[in-house]
């Protein structure tokens, strides 16, 4: 991701700009330090003026260290997700984005775009069904079947996708038509 790489340049900048003003603050402070121990030693340079190095360097030190560390964060997350999401969608042969989503802790769009740009590049070998809103693999495509049936408990038409070894249920009462396919 672009977003992480981005965080982590910035950090390492803004990291490397706040090393003069620490090397300055402690050769200052050293000065001033010295200055008050040994009377032979005179210097112009007072407390503030090391102060405010102090400051500049916390200025670009601690925000360039949060981006680093944001942008390692981000880094890592995407390296687990890459892993995870080829894994969890070939363990089920057919899951819902909304599912996949939950398990990966990610936005539906995301989880879209993620699941495309997989698909792409050959680590899920399967489709993304809009329609449907799932992801299937290829090894279930070959194992679907079409069923219409009548439900015998509500009556309502079922026309549905089914994998081999699951269950057909009727979305409007709930009834399991496993052993109906077939009849109609």
Known sequence: MLKDKIFIVIGIILLLFSVPFFLIFFLLLAICISASY???VTSNITMDVVVS?????SIFFFPGLCLY?????LMK???ETKMNVPEIVNIYRRISI???CM?????EAETIRLVNKYIKKGL?????????GEIITEKA?????????????CGAFVNKTILTGENLICEYCGTNLSMNIGRK
Do not use: H, Q
């Not at 398990?103 to 936005?107: C, D, E, G």
């Not at 495509?141 to 408990?153: A, F, Q, V, W």
């Open 98 to 100: 909304s599912t996949l």
């Open 124 to 132: 899920i070998k399967g489709k993304l069904d809009m329609v449907t």
């Open 38 to 40: 040994d009377p032979a």
């Open 103 to 107: 398990k990966i802790n990610k936005s």
């Open 141 to 153: 495509l070959n194992d679907k079947k079409d069923i219409s049936t009548r439900c015998p408990n």
């Open 69 to 73: 560390i944001k942008g390692r964060r």
């Open 53 to 57: 190095y102090f400051i500049f360097f």
């Open 77 to 79: 997350t995407e390296k």
